[in-house]
């Protein structure tokens, strides 16, 4: 077998959005793309060949997740993230950064100290409140980052070399530089400390990069990624330095801000500073006004949790129920109003739950509690992002996206 | 669509192992078949199309359940279980009998009385021990059944009437009487009282089915259940009279004693009082060793949660672990021994878990809580359980069935 380089192409410009092509060791994306997640090396609930049948053409893995359980060497060992779960097609991985940041109660020395830097992401706690907890599960200095495992409590560093090493022997196509993922409730003093941080560990990210070839006989491509919160001056600044760098890639990551207006204001700030040519993957947005803000303003790839998580939980993606249109484009399954409707889950769509079930016996499952109701809806909401991402990316073809975007977000009073 | 008619041919027999040919409106059983379980209307974890690619023929689902949720008319609306589950194959459903029992904390007037009819099934409570409980959730009568649903405490009364009504509905291809299991728990006398009242519930129920038509534009089998404890003289009694009546096949139900020899004690007592040309299932029976003995007493077919239950709790199914025989047929996915095993589940196996994924994965999925890893292992248990069953028709056409039962049995010191 023999693999091709990394590349980019784009094929058509329209404003600021991009269609392109990616081309990977493993494959081929068309983008703007979504990129399914399967944090432990499992797109949870689906196979391998359940998640390429929705149209995903790419899956997130998570280097925290794998670096703990099963552990990195394993995964390395069976010849790479792909061989170790049957998935033939392009893999990311991220960095370890936001999940090291995010599953620990945080207590930082020399800058600002939060109980715990995530709770809720917008919530109202005043920022850089100096709240100690009794055990730190997470320590940040100039080498990286001490934390505990959120399994077994067991003491582990990542450094900018850690989270390299540990990407090249899980061996997904595309790997991140480390960061540090500030959130809403830093303040704009710590946030720039902290992306400047994230720039030296950038640096020190490309360069063991760089000085270590593949675990794995495939090469893959490193992505850098802007921080800088919701903070102009230092949103921009993160961007031009990063952009700076000799990356194949570049990601936007950490806190987009309080709303989904700042999110798309943080976003002008950025991608302008970004070179033309390299992808720009947006880390962890998937609701569908998101997308069509975020490829209006020139990202080509985004992952998020939501339409697997919300799957589970019985909330299933549809534009509409019946004549009506659904404000958030879902519909809650376990709804006692579906408890006889013999329509499929989305009318129209063309995945297997919908081509072969009702609403009755997928909220049946839900109610009795039956694995294969998450499934379905699992299946269900990543054809429903499959099929939203091929509409937009025939719109650019077209020179139709602005019409596309009009037609899915004003039946909901949406504007973007 | 034209539907066949009910009918069984023996095409073999051994002594008094029988090969045979179950036709159905739903599709033909080639017999002896383990029937897998789809208590709520699913295979816990698989769509209708991977439990049929494990080579299962006929599922078994829960008229107890599927009566409290989402309720027998939503199913009868829906055109039946085959329909509403997206399953085209044979289907049967129980009385509702044993989860009525075995769901309730019983206290029941006139005859023994037990605080949890099964408390463990061997357990060491002496026979007709009279424990109150404060709540009692079933009651026994002449008439049927009064108990509270297990889901929300709601009270319900199952007669055969209300059973064989409930069954019309569900539609599955064979269909119960509706009958008391007795546990190891109740004495002789109460035994043979309770299965002289099964025997009016018997005629009852093949009344009710006489004059009701189907519901679904398909006949449907009505099979008596034999009852009788391990008791002789109440099991052989139980089957000549289940016998006399005009069923169109017969099951075998009930306590069948604390230990595997008395279940192959009672098989020896009861299936010579059968009629020869009638097809007879035995009830919740699916450990090898025990399929093996039922078959050779003459049992056609048989349900059992144990392959589908084991396989989400990390119990696979094999014969072999390396060149070791495993006494159970089962090794534990999660044993830390697999952490790094590259071997499939079982090596030689064709299903879609054993071509595509090591032991290491699986196991990694089962530590990390992935739904996926308990359906790939029912997967791999139900294509298990039909390639023995296949093996066996193969020796029972081949006149080998004792130098099979003789390969499975004895290397781990296993005689039937």
């Known amino acids: 077998m023999t693999y091709p380089d990394f590349s980019f192409t784009i094929t058509q410009e329209r404003g600021a959005a991009r269609l392109g092509r990616l081309v990977t060791p493993h494959g081929t994306i068309d983008t703007p793309a979504f990129v399914a997640v399967g944090t432990q090396a499992a797109v949870k609930t689906l196979t391998p060949e359940e998640v390429l049948a929705t149209g995903a053409q790419v899956i997130f893995t998570n280097t925290y997740h794998l670096y703990l359980r099963p552990g990195h060497d394993l995964v390395a060992a069976f010849g790479g993230v792909h061989r170790f779960m049957g998935w033939g097609a392009p893999v990311m991985t991220d960095s370890g950064g936001f999940q090291v940041f995010s599953l620990g109660a945080g207590l930082e020395h020399g800058v600002g100290k939060v ?205 509409f129920d019946g004549e009506q249109p659904l404000p958030r484009f879902r519909l809650n399954i376990r709804n006692a109003r579906y408890a006889r409707d013999p329509r499929p889950l989305e009318e129209g769509c063309d995945c297997y739950t919908c081509t072969r079930f009702s609403r009755a016996y997928v909220r049946h499952l839900f109610k009795a509690d039956e694995q294969l109701g998450q499934r379905l809806a699992t299946l269900h909401n990543l054809r429903f992002m499959a099929r939203l991402m091929a509409q937009i990316r025939e719109s650019l073809a077209a020179g139709t996206f602005d019409a596309l975007k009009r037609s899915w977000l004003e039946p909901v009073g949406l504007g973007v």
Request: proline share 6%; charged share 25%; net charge neutral.
């Open 115 to 319: 109980a715990n830097i995530f709770p809720g992401e917008a919530g109202g706690v005043l920022a850089g409140a100096p709240v100690r907890t009794a055990r730190p599960l997470m320590k940040v200095s100039e080498d990286g980052v001490r934390f505990k495992s959120h399994i077994d409590g067991t003491l582990h560093t990542f450094t900018p070399e850690t989270s390299i090493a540990v990407q090249r022997a899980l061996g997904a196509d595309i790997i991140l530089a480390f960061d540090e993922c500030t959130s809403p409730l830093h303040d704009e003093a710590y946030t720039a400390r902290s992306a400047e941080r994230t720039h030296r560990w950038a640096e020190r990210s490309l360069r063991f990069f760089q000085d270590h070839p593949a675990v794995h006989p495939y090469p893959q491509a490193l992505y850098g990624i802007v921080q800088g919160g919701a903070f102009e001056r230092v949103r921009k600044a993160s961007a031009r330095t990063v952009a700076g760098m000799d990356f194949h890639g570049l990601a936007i990551g950490g806190n987009l801000g309080k709303t989904k207006a700042q999110m798309r204001q943080v976003l002008e700030w950025t991608t302008p500073e970004l070179p033309r040519e390299k992808p720009r993957h947006l880390l962890g947005i998937g609701e569908v006004e998101d997308i069509f803000g975020a490829v209006e303003r020139g990202c080509d790839t985004f992952d998020c949790v939501s339409p697997t998580r919300n799957a589970r939980n019985g909330g299933v993606l549809a534009r």
